[in-house]
């Protein structure tokens, strides 16, 4: 059988479903395009780690087409798909130009959710690509560095307060290496300031951290947070946020509070091309945007449609939501290549049916949660189980050793070597450009 003649999968999003549907199919009769507007695979859980100078990007990504270059029958475009034609099985790219599918594996993710409040995300970033480490990281080391040479107290103290909202799994573990790096790391690195005098604030809305755990852990969690210095306030609802204030309100009384940097860790909403594929396979949406899909995780009008992961809205046999974690995705994939297969081959399929190998959050050194199997944990174990799980995952054998030895290393010796500040630079007027002539 020639390619020719072989059926064309598409491949939109080169995150752990689409990867692990590609890897899956790796050596089948089937053609696969991969689409990505990135030229990389990105592990996303550990993008709080680059946030906070624990790891550099190059530690937790890696390309597309190495990862797929033992398959000869799979190509990588590195472009963006801005529309689909389900009834003439088109995907339309950035230039205007189309391709032809037989199956289309749709996981493109999806974008922070600021319920209404859009002009937050200039003062309070989330963190869902690279860029946005690279720039949290930025603003958390410039207060740092402002701070160092500020002498009104005052703005000091606002220079070093940081505030997080949202205590889900990226929150809490990106507020526990934010106080590890102010109270160890930067442990006299600085002249004029102490670092440890940073304050971490973690704002959630609901009535405990890590919402979706068993309530003994989320105690734990909270304990584990406020042993490093955060401050958490539950049940308390962000107002409003500009570029140096953020207000909270709680039990209907509302406080303004000046802080150096605010970041965002709370909610996730369907993409503008998440819309536009619901609205063109007239799909039925949930509150955040994501596509209502069937058991055969494929669009109700159109089998030949696969949305996975954070885009995908699955229910369990049991009622419950598909968690949008990594696992869910991976398991996503390799569902959907195998369907794949069985439908050229004339076979039945089955639906998905999700396997929950547990929950896994990291507070800091030896301290994080775990539910994995029924079993409920904390302290070093579960942080030996995370750390485990998380190099596991991780794309390639170079980037694993790469980040078990940085890992060790920083164990150790508490330094984090990937502090620099780059990207956005305000030079300061009142200093000498190299191109202006001495006086």
Not at 214 to 219: I, N, Q, T
Not at 377 to 382: D, E, K
Request: proline share 5%; net charge positive.
């Amino acid at each position: 059988m020639t390619d020719s003649t072989l059926k064309h999968l598409v491949i939109v999003g080169g995150g752990f479903a689409g990867l692990y549907a590609a890897k899956t199919l790796q050596k089948k009769n089937i053609r696969i395009t991969l689409i990505d507007r990135r030229n990389f695979h990105l592990f996303q859980p550990l993008l709080y780690q680059v946030a906070t100078g624990g790891l550099s990007p190059g530690d937790i990504a890696y390309p597309l087409r190495a990862v797929l270059k033992h398959n000869p029958r799979a190509r990588v475009i590195q472009d963006k798909v801005v529309d689909i034609r389900p009834a003439s099985n088109e995907v339309v790219l950035r230039d205007g130009g189309t391709l032809q599918y037989d199956y289309l594996l749709l996981a493109t993710g999806v974008r922070h959710q600021y319920f209404g409040n859009e002009q937050w995300s200039e003062s309070a970033p989330g963190l869902k690509t690279i860029e946005d480490a690279l720039e949290v990281r930025r603003r958390i080391l410039s207060a740092f560095e402002e701070a160092e040479r500020c002498d009104d107290p005052q703005r000091r103290q606002q220079l070093l307060r940081f505030v997080i909202v949202g205590a889900g799994p990226t929150g809490v573990e990106l507020a526990g290496a934010l106080a590890e790096l102010a109270q160890y790391t930067m442990k006299r690195n600085f002249r004029h300031i102490n670092p440890a005098d940073a304050e971490v604030i973690l704002v959630e809305g609901s009535d405990r951290v890590l919402p979706p755990y068993a309530p003994k852990l989320s105690a734990k969690a909270r304990a584990a947070l406020e042993s490093l210095g955060v401050t958490v306030r539950t049940a308390t609802r962000v107002t409003n946020i500009d570029d140096t204030t953020i207000s909270l309100e709680h039990n209907e009384q509302t406080e303004t509070l000046a802080a150096g940097t605010i970041l965002w860790a709370a909610g996730v909403k369907a993409t503008v091309f998440g819309r536009r594929v619901a609205e063109r396979t007239e799909t039925e949406t949930d509150r955040a945007g994501r596509l209502l899909v069937t058991p055969e995780l494929t669009v109700p009008k159109y089998d030949n449609i696969y949305v996975l992961g954070d885009l995908a809205h699955v229910r369990q046999k049991n009622g419950a939501q598909v968690p949008g974690v990594a696992p869910a995705a991976m398991q996503m994939g390799r569902y959907a290549a195998k369907s794949i297969l069985a439908r050229i081959a004339g076979k039945p399929t089955k639906p998905f049916n999700y396997f929950d190998k547990g929950s896994l959050a990291v507070i800091g050194r030896n301290a994080a949660i775990a539910e994995v199997s029924g079993f409920k944990l904390s302290g070093f174990f579960a942080w030996l189980i995370w750390a485990f799980i998380h190099i596991h995952f991780l794309i390639e054998f170079g980037n694993k050793m790469i980040v078990s030895m940085q890992w060790g290393w920083n164990y150790l010796t508490r330094k984090r070597g990937a502090r620099l500040i780059t990207g956005k630079f305000t030079p300061n007027p009142d200093v000498e450009r190299d191109s202006e002539p001495a006086a």
